[in-house]
């Protein structure tokens, strides 16, 4: 049993696996060294803390039961050594000790180890742009530059904030700059959506429609070249024109911080991160590492991926200190489930989009329901929105995504979807997902339920789908005239549509297309739509029957169209 | 393929097979019959109606799209005969054909079938004692008795009223009654906690607790032996007085109709449930059954069990649906999940309970663990109390139990391990569920990663616990002198319990342990105790390295003492 113990980083994973190998072998010696002088905190709290939700720094450092986990803290409660402002420089694997560098009195010392943990976590990609040394241009990797940047706006210095990438910390920084401190903010992102890579266009414009009603401003395709500035930065140059800004956030994602292991010879992956097995151990056994700095094994491709989440790097930790102490526990890889808050909505998924489902080679499609959150009766509801992705031959199920109101129920209905992701689902096991039932938490059939079934219906080519955008295309040419808009809802619903476009909206309420079948349009293609795509389908069942097959079924109907912001 | 299909009953899961079956095959013919006069509504949605939370049954009856689901409706956009009023009496399987009795013109004819569906759901359990026939005894079982109900309260005529049975049904109205309502109500549960058979003891007293709080009141243990009055109830007499009422409601639980199924010669369970295979198929492969008439096999034990929820038989609905168009759908059985609103409480389920699995022969233990249900530092957050039940030698996990705020966190946690219980997981795998991450909406070690961790402790003899109910016995016997409880909290914390409680309330923080080891108390039973089990959970391991053994560890600490109703 190893009876000394070097961490490399306190930030999540070091205390989480130094603290669970301490409860394991309590008379076991732990150093935990980190660079900076505050550790243990609650990284992802960061956009909270620069809302002022969470007024004081210390907040992200205490434990829930109020004590900061300061040097003090780890000594007296955890037994733990841990020396902050101190820099792990090398680490001599032969002689098993890590040079180490006290930033403060510059003294260097050798600290020898049994067995080594590497937590040294993620730095932000660094844009490389002329510029971006400037004052005003800040990243919000660790608490520091948070504090720098709250500071920054407490004390009035910011009007215009510039956010370049529209990822996770982008969206939530943009909501933490307008909704508390009424900052004018634009979010430029070089893909054409928010959130590239993990959800869909459609579901990413339902997310950007909100926030743009909510005053942020989003510059999408656009490359930001050059900022501009005298010392203090003032502006940005994009490929499309000027973008005025006092206050800079670099958000371009995050990259693993494995310097130290790649000049220790330990086997580091194309992306930089460090390689690790099951047991989150190094190519060196005496060396584990997890967290932010390594790669993990993404359980829907079977390739590597790259997470980095506290929540990931908390289990990790806590399987590290499991190992540490003789154990066998093993990381099983990651699906890559995640949840942000944005405004009043929920935005979360696990495993893939449909274009990382195509782009790693899968023959998939993916289907929507728009529905309620619980019983249609019940008085408190509201509309969610859901995605699946299935390989289309075998009804695979390779990732969902969801966008709904603020609170729990859209992450219970992705959380629910990504714990059985491992075991790799079908179509129609999340048709048969067994959720819990009441009707002020669930309708009867839940979404999660419709949302396998539609998936079921749509492979078996009885459901044969529109997307929004492409609804979008089809609308914004309807004068070709090769398309009719049919609305399958009651007359109430499609009236003023009809009266709109009397030339491309007809309407055909679902419950009399039986006896109304004369009245179809003849030789166009028939785009069926009514609320939500429930009775736009069960009309395309109608319609199939009496052999008028040239359909597709709008999916989420007219109430997606309005959440993605298409008003006709 | 049939093309002659009749459906008895039309509340749930008729309506969703005839339906499914239509869609699949919209040539085929569908009749549905029923005995009441309202169909196709959503039976769980009473408490609701009767709260005045839904204000019109016909809501209880609409689609999501405001179309009422009655005759006309399944004609015009279903396709689907509806004859109502009318009762199936009996069933000829030679001639493949079903008696059926129109209870408006009283005549009879034989209704012709190439496969029947059995939809005849539920009746409330009789409570066989003298008074029940008397005017203001009442089940909430259908729609027409919901609103019996609701009509002689909005008429002032209900001023106290008895509830029978402490089970879903009975809590759910108890709120409705006093929440809405202001009737003094009280509950009388033969067993001796609410909810028996569905959480532990542990938890039915925090939601009794709760429940009192909002002035309901409960006899537990307690058996009605007669209702009193003359025409119109007045009250009970039970095994233990009596209680005056002007509305009692009878909520022992439901149990199968299958009168026709049994007088046809149909297999049926010593429970009384059609006996169905995994495609729904009765044993007469020509018929089908499913909803709240059948049994289907338990996940978790393999035997049958009975689950009349309207959420299985919608998806029950659906697999028949299917399979009566020559598919090959499969149920897959059920793990039991329920979720229940008890005022601002919401209680949910999944699996066996610790009673029922030690009563099914397993060798189980279950533990307890509170924590927020978001990260700690996040301003808006709440308490949830969630309990694993686990075999011993294996670490499958048998079931879940979780009582949290309203709201849909604690059911989203419910359905993460609903969803795999199935793949019988073990506490480690739920120690290792990745459950999307942000500050808002989790913890980065959410409460169930923490369960199953605290489980796994727990199962290797590290954790060794003590119930809130065992403490109380303690506490109770205080005065023997051999158990002191020992406060691992801050001096803050402890000191009031302490000053009022000198002889056997000591106080050493956890992180000051090491320290005052010589203040422990030698020789009698420790009780360790913090605010929620963690602090006290390390106090041990430290105690432990220190071979002082004779240590327990409160789950949930004093925040489970609290929501328990243990006032110290």
New interface residues.
């Given amino acids: 049993m190893p009876q000394n113990v070097v961490v490399v980083g306190a930030v999540?994973l070091g205390p989480?696996a130094a603290c669970r190998f301490k409860?394991?072998m309590?008379?076991a010696k732990v150093v935990m060294v980190d660079k900076d002088d505050l550790i243990s905190y609650?990284g992802?709290?960061i956009p909270?803390f620069i809302s002022g939700?969470?007024s004081d720094p210390a907040?992200?450092q205490?434990?829930?039961?109020h004590?900061l986990r300061d040097k003090k803290?780890f000594r007296?409660?955890?037994?733990i050594e841990v020396l902050t402002k101190t820099e792990a420089l090398s680490i001599d694997r032969k002689k098993k000790r890590v040079l180490i560098h006290n930033l403060l009195t510059d003294e260097q010392k050798g600290l020898p180890y049994d067995k080594l943990v590497l937590a040294t976590g993620s730095r932000p990609k660094r844009l490389d742009i002329p510029g971006v040394e400037m004052d005003g241009v800040l990243a919000v990797n660790n608490m520091n530059a948070a504090i720098a940047i709250k500071d920054r706006i407490a004390t009035g210095q910011v009007e215009k904030a510039l956010i370049i990438g529209g990822g996770?910390i982008g969206l939530e920084m943009a909501e933490a700059l307008t909704d508390m401190w009424g900052i004018e903010t634009t979010v430029v992102e070089i893909t054409d959506q928010l959130l590239p890579g993990l959800i869909s266009r459609n579901m990413a414009q339902i997310v950007k429609h909100h926030m743009e009603e909510k005053d942020v401003d989003f510059q999408l395709e656009e490359r930001v070249e050059r900022l501009e500035g005298k010392g203090k930065v003032e502006g940005a140059v994009t490929s499309r024109g000027t973008i005025d800004a006092d206050l800079v956030i670099v958000a371009v994602g995050a990259e693993p911080n494995s310097d130290l292991a790649r000049d220790a010879g330990l086997e580091i992956s194309p992306r930089g991160g460090i390689v690790v097995n099951s047991k989150m151990q190094t190519s060196d056994p005496d060396i584990y590492a997890g967290g932010d700095c390594v790669e993990v094994t993404n359980l829907i491709t079977g390739k590597p991926g790259y997470y980095p989440?506290?929540?990931?790097?908390?289990?990790q930790g806590?399987i590290i200190g499991t190992n540490l102490a003789g154990g066998t526990?093993e990381?099983?890889g990651?699906?890559g489930?995640?949840?942000?808050?944005v405004f009043d909505l929920?935005v979360?998924?696990?495993g893939l989009s449909i274009d990382v489902a195509r782009r790693e080679g899968f023959d998939a499609t993916s289907v929507l329901v728009i529905?309620?959150?619980r019983?249609?009766?019940?008085?408190e509801k509201d509309l969610m929105t859901l995605e699946l992705v299935v390989e289309r031959n075998t009804g695979r199920v390779l990732g969902i995504q969801g966008v709904g109101p603020?609170?729990?129920?859209t992450?219970?209905?992705?959380?629910?979807?990504?714990?059985?992701l491992k075991?790799n689902p079908t179509a129609?096991d999340i048709?048969?997902?067994?959720?819990?039932?009441?009707?002020?938490?669930?309708a009867?059939?839940?979404i999660l339920?419709a949302l396998g079934?539609t998936a079921e219906n749509t492979l078996a080519g009885?459901n044969r789908i529109l997307d929004v955008d492409e609804f979008d295309v089809l609308w914004k040419h309807r004068d070709k005239g090769d398309v009719v808009f049919l609305d399958c809802?009651?007359w109430g619903n499609a009236e003023p549509f009809v009266n709109k476009y009397p030339d491309h909206w007809k309407s055909i309420p679902?419950?009399?297309l039986?006896?109304r079948m004369a009245e179809v349009p003849k030789g166009k293609k028939l785009v069926l739509i009514?609320?939500?795509g429930?009775?736009s389908y069960?009309a395309q069942?109608?319609l199939?029957?009496m052999d008028i097959t040239n359909t597709c079924n709008l999916q989420g109907g007219v109430a997606c169209l309005k959440k993605w912001g298409l008003d006709l």
């Fill in positions: 999540a989480k409860r394991l309590p008379d609650g992802c709290g909270y939700d969470v907040q992200l205490e434990t829930s039961f004590m803290f007296e409660a955890k037994d996770f989440l506290g929540s990931m790097a908390n289990r806590r526990a990381f099983p990651a699906v489930s995640f949840v942000v808050k929920s979360a998924a696990a529905q309620f959150d019983a249609h009766f019940y008085p603020m609170g729990d129920g992450v219970g209905r992705i959380n629910a979807v990504a714990s059985i075991y129609e048709g048969n997902l067994e959720l819990a039932y009441s009707p002020p938490f669930s009867a059939m839940d339920n079934n009885k809802r009651g679902q419950d009399e039986r006896a009514c609320n939500t429930v009775r069960e069942v109608t199939d029957e």
